[in-house]
C-alpha cells in the first residue's frame, strides 16, 4: 500500500499504474492544501467585492453562461 501525495507535479502514466496497482491512498501535500486554501480565500474576497458575474463560479457554464446562480 502507502500513500501517494497529491502535488502540483504532473502525473505520468506509470505513477497512475503504480498509485492502482499498489492501491495506494491518496492525500493532499502540505503544499496542495495551502494552495487551495490561497484560492479559496481569494475567490471568497473577489465574490465578496465584486458585482460582475464570474463565470462558472456565479453563473452556469457554456449556454446557461447568462444564468446567475444565488448566494445559496
Same mark, same amino acid.
Given at each position: /500500500?502507502? *500513500?501517494?501525495?497529491?502535488?502540483? @507535479?504532473?502525473?505520468? %502514466? !506509470?505513477?497512475? =499504474? =503504480?498509485?492502482?496497482?499498489?492501491?495506494?491512498?491518496?492525500? %493532499?501535500?502540505?503544499?496542495?492544501? !495551502?494552495?487551495?486554501?490561497?484560492?479559496? *480565500?481569494?475567490?471568497?474576497?473577489? /465574490?465578496?467585492?465584486?458585482?460582475?458575474?464570474?463565470?462558472?463560479?456565479?453563473?452556469?457554464?457554456?449556454?446557461?453562461?447568462? *444564468? !446567475?446562480?444565488?448566494? @445559496?
Amino acid at each position: /500500500m502507502g *500513500t501517494h501525495n497529491i502535488n502540483k @507535479n504532473w502525473l505520468t %502514466l !506509470e505513477k497512475i =499504474d =503504480d498509485i492502482v496497482a499498489n492501491k495506494k491512498n491518496l492525500k %493532499l501535500s502540505k503544499e496542495t492544501t !495551502e494552495l487551495v486554501v490561497k484560492c479559496r *480565500t481569494y475567490l471568497d474576497d473577489k /465574490m465578496a467585492n465584486n458585482n460582475k458575474p464570474i463565470y462558472g463560479i456565479n453563473t452556469g457554464f457554456g449556454s446557461l453562461c447568462n *444564468t !446567475e446562480i444565488s448566494e @445559496n
